[in-house]
């Protein structure tokens, strides 16, 4: 095995200064873990941008390699639970947090991280779900958990042309849920609706800043991304038994409700953290992705990089720029 590999390192350097390279690491940098991977394919997320350029709640120490999604093969299991040759993926825990991640040749985990793929599913089909698509379908599972029926009603997804967005309205409307997505890009309709959604509004109509207590009652369930006063919004806008699930905080981490929408119309919030999921429930949900939820056609962009070309696509992500998924070819 080359000792030597290529990895994008981002060395914080002053609070306005971020360098980002692709430089090559030796396989003895990486950390102590029992499982080598040799990395195919990765994904780009919001995470992994505020990882690169400095983000330090999401990355204490730098120099440092992000990417929190990969999939590959074993190179190496000295726990003997995998075995060498084995396909792969790893999502979340301190993946590309803390831990040299995935927009590299090689990472280095626990093997209680990695989660063995089914027979049929290739790396790279696996990264286009991700952790996008993890959370995605986490959300969808706690929708049926709760009994949230395609009959029941409405389903609201914001942030829709983002990857977690795209993923759920694609996955929904597979299974059959009147999907509405609300977004601030107008331009992309044709897009959203060419996911599946039945409806788009624009993300304006989920934010109300009259604090009624309670307001119209206009979806059975949510997936909000955004968090602040649209996921208020989102709360005093539920039908009775509604269920929100919330996975972000674009707009604030902060939002203020009253308790009516709990204890009028039981409303449920709901949190996601797919980072943390535990294993018997993460092979749970990724059963789920990889069987009922699986997309047989993709609808939504997808743009595959090579790692050289990732600075720029974190770059453009930063800015509010991209759309769908983007997918990059590691080896």
């Known amino acids: 095995m080359n000792p030597y590999f290529n990895a994008l390192v981002s060395d914080y350097i002053s609070e306005k200064e971020v360098k ?6 030796t396989i003895d940098s990486l950390p102590p873990n029992d499982a080598l991977i040799e990395v195919h394919y990765s994904a780009l997320n919001y995470k992994d941008t505020l ?3 400095g983000h330090r709640g999401i990355t204490r120490n730098y120099p440092h390699t992000p990417g929190i999604d990969a999939a590959g093969v074993i190179a190496e299991c000295s726990s003997g639970k995998f075995k060498e040759g ?3 993926l790893v999502t979340g825990y301190d993946l590309g947090m803390n831990t040299s991640g995935g927009f590299a ?4 985990v626990p093997s209680e991280w990695v989660v063995p793929l089914p027979s049929g599913i290739s790396p790279k089909e696996a990264m286009i779900y991700g952790t996008a698509g993890f959370t995605a379908a986490t959300a969808i599972l706690e929708f049926q958990e709760n ?11 914001n942030g829709a042309t983002g990857g977690v967005g795209t993923m759920a309205i694609a996955m929904l ?17 044709d897009y959203l609706k060419k996911l599946g959604a039945a409806e788009v509004i624009h993300r304006n109509e989920i934010y109300d800043e009259t604090r009624k207590p309670l307001l119209a009652k206009r979806w059975i369930a949510a997936l909000d991304n955004v968090g602040g006063n649209t996921l208020s919004t989102l709360l005093r806008s539920m039908s009775e038994n509604g269920v929100v699930c919330n996975c972000g905080m674009v707009e604030s981490t902060e939002f203020s409700v009253n308790v009516f929408p709990f204890i009028l119309r039981a409303v449920r919030l709901i949190g996601i953290a797919s980072a943390d999921t535990a294993m018997q429930r993460r092979l749970e949900i990724w ?13 939504f962009n997808i743009k595959e990089v090579a790692l050289n070309d990732i600075i720029a696509e974190i770059d453009k992500m930063a800015k509010g720029k991209q759309v769908g998924r983007i997918l990059v070819k590691i080896k």
């Open 173 to 189: 409307a597979k299974l059959g849920y009147e999907v509405t997505a609300a977004s601030g890009k107008p331009e992309q309709t």
């Open 51 to 53: 990882s690169a350029n």
């Open 86 to 88: 084995d396909e792969v």
């Open 147 to 157: 009994g949230i029926k395609p009959e029941s009603g409405k389903v609201l997804v």
């Open 287 to 299: 059963s789920k992705i990889f069987g009922e939820y699986r997309l047989g056609k993709y609808n």
């Open 20 to 25: 980002k390279s692709i430089e090559q690491r």
């Open 105 to 108: 040749e090689y990472i280095r």
